[in-house]
């Protein structure tokens, strides 16, 4: 991992550059890029939010107004950098990449406009003259039917992730030519907003929690929460911890080109709440569970689920006054944070004594009616064999 101090104090809507080492942020004193080598800040125009476009090109703010990143690069045109207006109204726009050619780029821009809204712009690239901006239809509103929060478009401009207000859970779409949405994923949490990879497979997230969830969406998190970050493979519909926080804040993850995240951490401890950017490479991690566990959906006699739940859910025993209103999902976020000692440790050590009450905590979780007579030595082999990311 790679930790970076922010000079000042961000909001918590910021994005990487997808294949340079800046991050654009809103901090004190309006948009900025920080260097995540030097530690050099460039101011960037516009009053607040500053995305970059899924090939690094542009710099969008919302309105929504497009600057090109060459030129904020350069001193000479930094203060008078022509912007390129895309016009949609709404705000935390999200930019993907519809096609693309040397030539001509067809960026797709959502915004939330009291929903998700939808225009698509072309614009043609020439080498010796500034791009030339072009409306390719009107505005438009997404997934008609459905009260979405926070839309984010995938970087191929033909997915979103949102909060469904109504199902209480984060949830994937396909978006259809039509402009209505079809769900293709629901996570079945209520998380932060979701980052894509690029390559599509692997989403993004933070869940701040104790005893249960919370999006907390729109605020900076509170120090009262533990935040951490999450990845979830939609290949292989298995969810793992970037971050095993305790006392400090792990938020708003976003992928670059190359497959790392960079998400806001700030620590308990240190004077004034320092803020920092870390880059952190999920490829790393080692251990992960079926998303399916996180919200209880073990199968009908799955032993190594209801297990596997049991260890997070005895960690609750042990370390929380609250351990037997631990939830099933709650509890296999704690599994996803044991280290392999420590978790034997903790097996070995109290099984015996709170296997009856881990029973009575998870008996609406199928496959868990045979808990109270499993073996601390066979329970430990359920404990992970390695660890995910660490804090920085």
Excluded at 304 to 314: K, N, P, Q
Aim: hydrophobic letters at 40%; aromatic letters at 8%.
């Amino acid at each position: 991992m790679k930790r970076v101090a922010i000079p000042d104090i961000p909001r918590w809507f910021f994005k990487p550059l997808p294949n340079r080492p800046w991050v654009a942020y809103l901090g004190e004193g309006g948009n900025k890029l920080l260097h995540l080598d030097s530690g050099l800040v460039l101011p960037v125009p516009g009053p607040r939010d500053p995305v970059p476009t899924p090939d690094g090109r542009f710099i969008s703010v919302p309105g929504i107004s497009l600057f090109a990143t060459a030129d904020l690069m350069v001193d000479a045109h930094r203060a008078t950098v022509p912007a390129l207006e895309a016009r949609l109204h709404g705000e935390y726009q999200s930019p993907g990449i519809l096609s693309e050619t040397p030539e001509r780029v067809v960026y797709r821009f959502i915004a939330d406009d009291s929903g998700p809204v939808v225009r698509d712009f072309a614009l043609t690239l020439h080498d010796d003259a500034p791009a030339r901006i072009e409306a390719l239809g009107v505005k438009r509103r997404l997934c008609r039917g459905m009260h979405l929060q926070l839309p984010m478009i995938a970087p191929g401009g033909r997915e979103l992730g949102a909060y469904d207000v109504d199902g209480g859970t984060t949830r994937i779409l396909r978006i259809n030519d039509d402009d209505t949405c079809e769900v293709l994923t629901d996570l079945g949490i209520a998380t932060g907003k979701l980052s894509f990879s690029f390559d599509g497979r692997y989403v993004a997230f933070h869940l701040a929690h104790r005893e249960k969830f919370s999006i907390k969406a729109s605020q900076v998190p509170a120090d009262r929460y533990a935040h951490n970050v999450f990845v979830v493979d939609r290949e292989t519909a298995r969810i793992a911890r970037v971050t095993h926080n305790t006392a400090s804040n792990a938020y708003y993850p976003a992928f670059r080109a190359d497959g790392t995240l960079v998400y806001l951490f700030k620590p308990y401890d240190e004077s004034g709440g320092r803020f920092n950017f870390v880059v952190a490479d999920p490829a790393q991690i080692s251990t992960w569970v079926p998303l399916a566990w996180v919200v209880g959906k073990c199968r009908s006699g799955d032993e190594s689920c209801a297990e596997t739940l049991a260890l997070g859910s005895l960690r609750a025993h042990v370390c929380s006054r609250n351990g037997p209103k631990t939830s099933p999902a709650t509890a296999a976020l704690y599994t996803l944070s044991l280290r392999p000692e420590s978790c034997r440790f903790l097996v070995r050590g109290h099984w015996r004594q709170h296997r009856e009450s881990v029973s009575a905590t998870l008996r609406f979780v199928p496959g868990s009616q045979g808990l109270a007579s499993v073996d601390p030595e066979a329970l430990a082999r359920r404990c992970p064999v390695g660890l995910g990311l660490s804090t920085p």
